[in-house]
């Protein structure tokens, strides 16, 4: 079972660009990453997934070493709107699977 | 494409009671997963329906069971509730196509506040 380490909080200021690490040591050959973003009181919103280099989307990207040992959530430029709880998500295969968020980490962006 | 739906939003019970949280997954998707969100445990993984059988259960007591519907909506009950049960509870269904990689999506939750 692929257990997750993030990092608590972070704080950044508006305009600069913020990494999440997440780390996953015992992920398996088939499991990949999934990055969430959480409001108060909402459910989770799909952000970025990957399974190994990079991958980039409009909103954000994705960097994944080769060992997989962890993965690395980059924000260009954020905004206020973008104060958050971010999860990373391991996601298994195979119907022994199991679906392990990390502890989330609270990014707080400041004017 | 509507985005998954759970109901109620909003739920008071009271200790020994039990309840049944209702999920609607996006049309097509034939995979439901269930999650506990708590302060303090954080996302915790309940159970994954697909197909109308469980696939995958976590580590919660059987007081937490499930189903799922011919029509891929999915069912979880809690019986005999607990203080420590209050909580966000979350759906979320994907395709789960075998050897593609999935993207789980998220209902807005139920909130359960056992009294």
């Known amino acids: 079972l692929a257990k997750t380490t993030q990092p608590i909080s972070m704080d950044s200021y508006e305009g600069q660009e913020v990494n999440i690490t997440c780390s996953h040591n015992n992920i398996a050959t088939n499991d990949y990453i999934t990055w969430y973003q959480q409001f108060p009181s909402q459910g989770p919103r799909f952000i970025i997934q990957?399974?190994?280099t990079k991958v980039t989307n409009e909103v954000a990207s994705l960097f994944i070493p080769a060992d997989r040992k962890s993965s690395t959530l980059s924000l260009p430029r954020v905004s206020l709107s973008d104060t958050a709880v971010y999860y990373c998500l391991v996601v298994g295969s195979g119907s022994a699977r199991q679906l392990t968020f990390g502890s989330g980490t609270q990014l707080t962006v400041l004017p | 494409k509507a985005g998954v739906t759970q109901t109620p939003r909003y739920l008071i019970k009271t200790r020994g009671q039990q309840v049944t949280l209702s999920c609607s997954p996006i049309?097509?998707?034939?995979?439901v997963s269930w999650y506990q969100q708590t302060p303090g445990q954080g996302l915790q993984f309940l159970f994954e329906?697909?197909?109308?059988?469980?696939?995958n259960k976590g580590n919660f007591p059987g007081r937490f069971s499930g189903r799922q519907f011919s029509n891929s909506r999915s069912e979880m009950n809690v019986s005999t509730l607990e203080l420590g049960d209050s909580a966000l509870y979350l759906c979320?269904?994907?395709?789960?196509?075998?050897?593609?990689?999935?993207?789980?999506?998220f209902g807005p939750g139920t909130r359960l506040l056992v009294l």
């Open positions: 990957g399974y190994k």
């Open positions: 329906y697909f197909s109308e059988t469980q696939r």
């Open positions: 049309s097509g998707h034939r995979s």
């Open positions: 979320a269904s994907s395709l789960l196509v075998a050897g593609a990689q999935e993207t789980q999506y």
